[in-house]
T-cell receptor, first 112, second 115 residues
């Protein structure tokens, strides 16, 4: 089954707490992505990973870091979350050179 | 760098009317072009893609033609339904020249269809 799974789906944190968003895919895709989605801004690329331990900054990497130790798993970490990081976060994956992105269902993060 | 500009939403239509969502792009490459659709509470999903210039893609009654000369990829549907209410994203895919790349998405166009 071709699926991207995000956990947790909903998360409420206080400002200054650490946040871990996890993403898994069962398609052995080489490339994985983290996006955030805010009203009027569309999808903004945070980080892209071309394979294990091969990560590259996207357009808005500040305040975020990522980890990819297995091809099927990609984590987004917020050290000391800020209120302006309240958003919906989407993970996606793609087969190298194919270009089609497969998205998860999103993780809604609220930072109080 | 690459960029995608699409119709600013929301676009509000009545069932049975026609839809055009404009998409214009800038790139020095020759990428595959994509339309994605995002229904409420879900992640975006592929609507269709077109890998070559002058070819047309279609799915679920939606269609778009890859116009390399005009650098456009406008989404059209002859008769929309309430179930088409969603956000539509135009996107550039990997260039034909190869190498690592970052996908480029437009900001999305929200479509609301009233019965």
């Amino acid at each position: 089954d071709m699926k991207v799974t995000q956990m947790p789906r909903y998360l409420i944190k206080r400002m200054g707490e650490n946040v871990l968003l996890e993403c898994g895919q069962d398609m052995s895709h080489e490339t994985m992505y983290w996006y955030r989605q805010d009203p009027g801004l569309g999808l903004q690329l945070i980080y892209i990973s071309y394979d294990v331990d091969s990560n590259s900054e996207g357009d808005i990497p500040k305040g975020y870091r990522v980890s990819r130790k297995k091809r099927e798993h990609f984590s987004l970490i917020l050290d000391s979350a800020k209120t302006n990081q309240t958003s919906v976060y989407f993970c996606a994956s793609s087969r190298d050179r194919e270009g089609q992105l497969y998205f998860g269902e999103g993780s809604k993060l609220t930072v109080l | 760098g690459d960029s995608v500009t699409q119709t600013e939403g929301p676009v509000t239509l009545s069932e049975g009317t026609s839809l055009t969502v404009n998409c214009s792009y800038e790139t020095k490459q020759y990428p595959t072009l994509f339309w994605y659709v995002q229904y409420p509470g879900e992640g975006p999903q592929l609507l269709f893609k077109v890998p070559k210039a002058n070819e047309k893609g279609s799915n679920r009654g939606f269609e778009a033609t890859y116009n390399k000369e005009a650098t456009s990829f406008h989404l059209q549907k002859a008769s929309v339904q309430e179930s088409d209410s969603a956000v539509y994203y135009c996107a550039l895919g990997p260039p034909s020249s190869g190498g690592n790349y970052k996908p480029t998405f437009g900001k999305g166009t929200s479509l609301v269809v009233h019965p």
